[in-house]
């Protein structure tokens, strides 16, 4: 995946859209899933997400909430696992539904994770729009928050890193999985770093 460089978050819809097509433990279908990452240098990443859902479910409003429960998109990434120390293997997860509630933390694992304090909420701006027949969320993932988790990354052209993205319900009535990229497991769980996939910011060696 190429996340291509953009000059700010005006610019992101005219990058290559992802889509979400891959279904996941027993989910026959899912609405039309696609999203758009770009990075601005000295910046951050900027993150839309739609979805083609017709009255999504929407119960939680609160940031943390338990979105995933409510029908969500999401957004995992991991930058520079091989890393010693504080950064070793941590990834951050964004979950969304269509009220803007957003969940987000990081951590090594799918238990005992960190959420993300005020300043840092405050600062990804997550905000949702629900259209005639589809919602949507934006976001940004400033530097200097992923600096507070890794370490200095030095994010540029040619950085690598690795990233999935969901579209999920846990709800009984519309319960269902898929990710963009592929996870080869039978086990339900979308913290699984290892089925990332790999992505550069262009201006490097593409993938």
């Known amino acids: 995946m190429v996340v291509e460089v953009i000059g700010s978050q005006l610019e992101l819809e005219e990058v290559e859209p992802f889509f ?4 996941l433990w027993g989910t026959k279908s899912i609405p039309k899933t696609y999203g758009y990452l770009g990075f601005v240098p000295k910046e951050g990443f900027y993150l839309k997400m739609v979805c083609e859902e017709e009255e999504p479910l929407r119960t939680y409003e609160n940031v943390l909430d338990p979105v995933y429960r409510d029908s969500a998109m999401e957004a995992f990434f991991q930058f520079e696992p091989e890393r010693e120390g504080r950064g070793s293997a941590v990834y ?5 539904n269509a009220n803007g509630a957003l969940l987000a933390e990081y951590g090594s694992g799918r238990a005992f994770r960190t959420q993300f304090n ?6 990804f701006g997550c905000a949702a729009a629900v259209e005639e027949g589809q919602w949507s969320f934006q976001m940004h993932i400033p530097l200097w928050v992923l600096d507070e988790v ?3 990354l030095d994010m540029k052209r040619g950085s690598r890193f690795t990233c999935n993205f969901y579209k999920i319900s846990e709800s009984k009535e ?7 990229f592929p996870i080869r497991s039978e086990i339900p769980s979308f913290h699984m770093p290892e089925y990332f996939g790999e992505a550069v910011i262009a201006g490097g060696e593409s993938v």
Not at 20 to 23: I, P, Y
Not at 118 to 123: K, S
């Open 20 to 23: 979400v097509e891959e279904l």
């Open 118 to 123: 005020r300043e840092e909420l405050d600062a």
């Open 150 to 152: 890794y370490g200095t």
């Open 92 to 96: 951050l997860n964004f979950e969304v």
């Open 174 to 180: 519309i319960e269902h999985y898929a990710a963009c």
